[in-house]
């Protein structure tokens, strides 16, 4: 298995344009997972998936966020407008027990 | 609030050294995991002790876990170079849990060679 696949890996974007992350998770993990990664914030959870239906999306910061998962090895992260303080590192983790993160996804607004 | 919260924050050691890490939490969990994160890239998972477990080996790796201090230990006995990265304790919670893990600060450890 090629493990979690997230797409793009850099990204980097100007203020107010749309920007969309990918992830596709292992086969068969049922849970699947957004968290984005700050020096100042460390790794807050964003929302999770099981079983494709979104549980718990406390950790979404605002509605310029949202995330879908329309079918069992496919997930986007999107966020518009972007703005400067969105620049972090996304990764997306999916899982049965343990998670299994994906490489990240480097997203630097301008 | 945060579950997982590790010290030290930051630690340095020789290679060859052993390298100890613990992480406190807060609420009755089933099970808790250590992960490492090298720089820029991903978390890793390490080793997962369930809450009727005390200790755990992995290699070089022994986790202990207290659930009536609700603490746990991560130790890397015979440090390498290559042990350098962040290391993230995560816990679970006991009821309803759906596979959602809380994540501490994490320790980030430095081995000079």
């Known amino acids: 298995d090629a493990g979690v696949i997230q797409s793009p890996r850099h990204e980097v974007t100007e203020m107010g344009q749309e920007v969309t992350l990918r992830c596709k998770p292992i086969?068969?993990?049922?849970?699947l997972f957004w968290y984005r990664q700050t020096m100042m914030r460390g790794l807050e959870l964003l929302i999770y998936?099981?079983?494709?239906?979104?549980?718990?999306d406390s950790g979404m910061p605002e509605d310029r966020f949202s995330a879908k998962m329309p079918n069992a090895s496919f997930s986007t992260l999107k966020i518009q407008p972007s703005e400067p303080r969105d620049s972090a590192v996304y990764f997306c983790?999916?899982?049965?027990?343990?998670?299994?993160f994906g490489p990240g996804t480097r997203l630097t607004v301008l | 609030s945060q579950q997982g919260e590790e010290d030290p924050q930051a630690l340095s050691i020789q290679e060859g050294e052993n390298a100890t890490m613990n992480c406190s939490y807060k609420?009755?969990?089933?099970?808790l995991q250590w992960y490492r994160q090298n720089s820029g890239r991903g978390l890793v998972h390490l080793i997962l002790?369930?809450?009727?477990?005390r200790e755990k080996h992995s290699g070089r790796l022994r986790v202990t876990l207290d659930t009536s201090k609700k603490s746990s230990s991560l130790l890397i006995t015979a440090s390498r170079a290559a042990d350098t990265a962040s290391y993230f304790c995560?816990?679970?919670?006991?009821?309803?849990?759906?596979?959602?893990?809380?994540f501490g600060q994490g320790t980030t450890l430095q081995v000079k060679p």
């Open positions: 086969s068969g993990h049922n849970s």
């Open positions: 995560a816990t679970d919670k006991l009821r309803g849990n759906t596979g959602k893990l809380i």
């Open positions: 002790i369930r809450s009727n477990e």
């Open positions: 983790a999916s899982s049965l027990t343990s998670q299994f």
């Open positions: 609420t009755s969990i089933n099970n």
């Open positions: 998936f099981n079983n494709n239906v979104p549980i718990d």
